[in-house]
Every structure is written in structure tokens, then in C-alpha cells.
């Protein structure tokens, strides 16, 4: 077994000037990158912090009291990140998820989602406006948010055994209160509610049968994460990866499950349905998904870009620098110019990480890099 090596040099730190192109690239929505695939989702970081450690995402050893997060003032503020979402709709972006660290902890974002519940999409419809979370302070935060305007909630949840569930967020939080969080989104009608589970080979596969059976009929969609190379202070190793088929395995032996179409394209899960008596998908039994970042790259569908909390746009989880935004907002740029800024951004980019990863021999898909935390950019 190889050791694990964690890096400590800090990716923040390192940004790349946005293209401000002489011509004005017209927001109609018909923008493409170099791969042809077109702008559709934003991820918004509103915070590096969390009150969860978990392993795979942001372990104690470097997140800790003398970790540097951003200091407030770096952090760009609800107005800015609606201006700036703006004009990523105006690109095309019909999807935006918030997302952190643990964006719960960020101070009164129900303002946030408020201003951004208002906006509409290029067809005039409204956005679907989403949060990812560990469920933490959920049940507290439920009713505001769905008063604000948010439609729907992913709860990030790692397993149902309560020692299981306490090693992995490494805070010893308990499974009962992510579960009353998820109750509370369920009453105040914050769905359909995904619930995500990152599958870590050794930690907790023996998981996967008690959550596909606790959500099981109950509406809630599970996802399996594979546990990806995000970052470089995980010390992510092959060999921790479960594949996706395996877990699809795993539970087709004991709950029966036949494929679904893709929900909509650059859908990042593989929909697969519980089927009934008749041997057939059976709705009321719902589904689960599966999104297979490591073995199953979907870099040719991907359409999204992700705007960290001090306003850096990366376009790829795995890219190694951001395009700076935040002084182009701070230094007086019109909407014209960020606009541009942005489109000339997405035109430009390549990026298709885990294809070529995927396109390497075996041994050397473990590579280290001087990736950016997931924790800072938004998974
Ligand atoms: N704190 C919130 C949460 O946990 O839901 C939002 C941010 S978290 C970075 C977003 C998602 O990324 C979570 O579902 C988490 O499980 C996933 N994630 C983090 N590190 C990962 C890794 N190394 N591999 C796969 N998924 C990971
Ligand atoms: Fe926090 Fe989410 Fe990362 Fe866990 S996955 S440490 S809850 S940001
Ligand atoms: Fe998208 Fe990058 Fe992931 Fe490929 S590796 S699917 S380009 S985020």
C-alpha cells in the first residue's frame, strides 16, 4: 500500500486575470466552449468553512485552528454574487446550487437566496435554485429557506450507523439530527430531496444496503458518490474507490433495479429504478443514482462552472487555478465587461479532467497535483 502524501501548498493563492475581449461576446445564451458544450449549471461556494470534518473533503490534520480560511472581507457579498449570477444566466446558466463548506454557516443566506429566487432564466422561467448540505442545521433553517424562495435540497449523509456516521464528519455529529433535518426539509416541502453518500472502500461500503433500504419508497433519492481525487489534501488512493457498478451490484442482489433515462443532459448521475412484483420499475419504490466521477467520466456532457467564495470561476473540480472576478466587480467593471469577461472565459476552456485520467494506465491514475479543496470551490 503506497503512503499517503499531503501536500500543503495553498492553490487559493494562485489566480489567472480574466480575458476582457475588445468585442463584447453578446450574452444569448448560445455560448460554447472549446468542446462545444454549452453553460447550464452554477455552483456557488458561499463559504470555505465547515463544522464537519470529513476525511475525504477537508481532514482535521490540515483544517484545523490554524488553517487559514478566508478572512470576511474576502468573501464576496450577497450582492455581488447576484450580480455576478446575473450574467452567468444571461450566458445560459439555468441551474445554480449553493454550496460550500457548509453553507448553512454562512450568516443570514436566506437574504442570499432570496435575491437569487428572483432572477429568471433566458426563457423567462425561474432558476432552479438548489443547496447542497451536511444536514447539520438544517432542521433550524428549513422553513426560512423555503420562505426565501429555495426549491430543493441535497443532504449529504455518509451512513445510518451512528459510529459509522460520527467517524466519518470526525466532529462526532450524530446521524439523528442530520435525519430530523431532512424531515424538516421534507414537511416544509423542500424537494424531491437527493441525499448523497460518498462510498469509501474499508470505511463505510458496509452502509449501502441499511441506506438504500432506510430511502427505499420514501421519495428521497440516494446517490452513491465515488470518492474522487478532489483536492490534494485527502490523500485520495485508488484503492479506497469503490466503482459505482460494484455498489449498483450490491444492492440489485437484494432490491432488484433496472435502468432509467437520464434526467436531463449533463445529468451527473446514472438513474437506476427499484423494481416491483411485476418485474418492473416500480415508482412508488423510486430510485437511486449513481455518479461514477472516477470510472465513468462525463466530461463531454459537462456544463458547468463553479464560482468559489472569494470569486474565482474555475471551470472544472479538478483544475489547478481560478479566473479572478472579484477585482474586476470590486474595480468598477459594468455588466458589459463582466459579462464578456465571463463568456470569454467559457469559451476558452478545455478542461476534461477525468476523461484523460480515465485514459491512463492504472498505475498512474493516482496522480498528485496541486489541485483546489473541494471545501473552497464547492463540490
Ligand atoms: N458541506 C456540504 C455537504 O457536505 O453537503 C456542501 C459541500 S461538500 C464539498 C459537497 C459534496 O461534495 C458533498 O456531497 C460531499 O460528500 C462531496 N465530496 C466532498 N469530498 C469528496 C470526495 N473526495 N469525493 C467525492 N465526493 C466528495
Ligand atoms: Fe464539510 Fe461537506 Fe466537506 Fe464534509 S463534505 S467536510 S460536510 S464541506
Ligand atoms: Fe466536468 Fe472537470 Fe468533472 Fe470532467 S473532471 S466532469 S470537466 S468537473
Redesign the pocket.
Known sequence: MSERVIPLIDQRLSALLPPVPRQPITADGLLHDQLGRPLRDLRISVTDR?????S???PKEV?NKDYPYLPHSALLTFEEITRLTRQFIAHGVRKVRL????PLLRKNLEILVEQLAKLQTLDGQPLDLTL???G?LLKRKAQVLKDAGLKRVTV?LDGLNDDVFRQM??VDFPVADVLEGIEAARQVGLGPIKVNM?VKKGTNEDQILPMARHFRGTGIVLRFIEYMDVGATNGWRMDEVMPSRDVMQHIHQQMPLVPLEASAPGETAERWGYVGDDGQYDPSLGEVGFISSVTQAFCRDCNRARLSTEGKVYLCLFATQGYELRELLRGGANDETLSSAIGAIWQGRADRYSEIRALLPADQQQQSGRRIE??YIG?
Do not use: A, K, P
Not at 465547515?50 to 470529513?54: H, K, L, Q
Not at 454550496?99 to 457548509?102: D, F, H, I, R
Open positions: 465547515c463544522n464537519f470534518r470529513c475525504y473533503c477537508m483544517f454550496t460550500g463548506g457548509e447542497t448540505t451536511n447539520s449529504s464528519n470526525d460518498v473541494m471545501s463540490g
